[in-house]
């Protein structure tokens, strides 16, 4: 059996999925700067690739069945903000390299899932601010060729909070016939759930971001980038509005300036968030920045996989 049908598998009997942890700020607390505001750890693929290669292994390792590729700031527009777009194809093309060379290190080629990362358009963090639907689809489209033709397994779209460039990322994804994850980040506010982060949400909604996510290729909703408390919150509020599996993989500390690197967070405090967000019906469950192998660790030896029977 390939490895999507295995996975889908799991993911039908409401198996425990564990995904990877943080890459980009894992990049930096091994010692090279990220741009948090331009294109975080990219240009880490061509200047440390051993490096992000490490990264994806010790996930591998701590047990992580999906690793996800080390793209999340890889398209052309995000490039551009450091003068890197012309390195767009050698970027991408690197980035799916280093997590397959990962993979055959480990000889896991028949067990580890390696999903493509694609993000929110630009400018990022503000959902507040609308971008073109045909600037973000052209975009989206270039990468994700990419990350394909490579071979990544699926495409996971990593801290959407705005439905016009959430539309765009899955009708570019659609090309590929590879099946797509797709990863909202919220907030909480005046008691309500909103897509973005922390008060800077555009007014739109979980109920928004399904509806406009109807294809077919669609596999999995998450509650991703966001902080832990309100990702518990936000999986109740998604599960109510789709039947396909849901997962979770949130902050594990704080970001403290551009450039550096992450606060610390527990890993056995983030094994109680986990197994919050199991209750909650997720089945899928990684880590976003700030979260590190052994806090992957701890939750593939944990029993949260037997969670579920
Ligand atoms: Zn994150």
Request: glycine share 8%; net charge negative; aromatic share 6%.
């Amino acid at each position: 059996m390939d490895l999507i049908s295995s996975l889908q598998d799991k993911l039908d009997e409401k198996k425990i999925v564990i995904m990877d942890g943080g890459t980009g700020a894992e990049v930096s607390s091994r010692g090279v700067t990220i741009y948090p505001q331009l294109s975080w750890s990219a240009n880490a693929n061509i200047t440390h690739p051993q490096l992000v290669q490490d990264i994806h292994q010790d996930y591998i390792l701590a047990g992580s069945e999906i690793i996800i590729t080390n793209t999340f700031s890889t398209s052309r527009a995000t490039l551009a903000k450091d003068g890197l777009s012309e390195e767009t194809a050698a970027i991408n093309k690197q980035s799916v390299k280093l997590a397959m060379d990962a993979r055959k290190n480990c000889k896991a080629e028949e067990t580890v899932v390696i999903a493509g990362s694609i993000s929110a358009f630009e400018p990022k963090a503000h959902p507040e601010i609308t971008p073109s639907y045909e600037e973000a689809l052209e975009d989206y489209r270039e990468q994700v060729q990419i990350l394909a033709e490579e071979g990544v397994d699926l495409i996971v779209l990593e801290m959407f909070s705005r439905t016009t460039d959430l539309k765009a990322a899955i009708a570019a994804a659609e090309e590929t016939d590879l099946p797509i994850w797709v990863g909202l980040s919220c907030e909480s506010h005046d008691g309500q759930i909103y897509l973005g982060l922390v008060g800077r949400h555009g007014g739109e909604t979980i109920s928004d971001a399904v509806a406009v996510s109807f294809s077919p290729n669609v596999k999995a909703f998450f509650i991703m980038h966001s902080p832990p408390e309100v990702t518990a919150e936000a999986l109740q509020e998604l599960k109510g509005y789709t039947a396909l599996p849901i997962g979770a993989y949130a902050h594990g500390g704080g970001i403290r300036g551009e450039g550096q690197s992450l606060t610390d967070a527990d890993p056995q405090k983030y094994l109680e968030y986990a197994r919050e967000w199991v209750e909650c019906g997720a089945t899928i469950i990684g880590g976003c920045c700030g979260t590190t192998p052994e806090h992957i660790k701890v939750l593939t030896t944990s029993n949260i996989r037997h969670a579920n029977g």
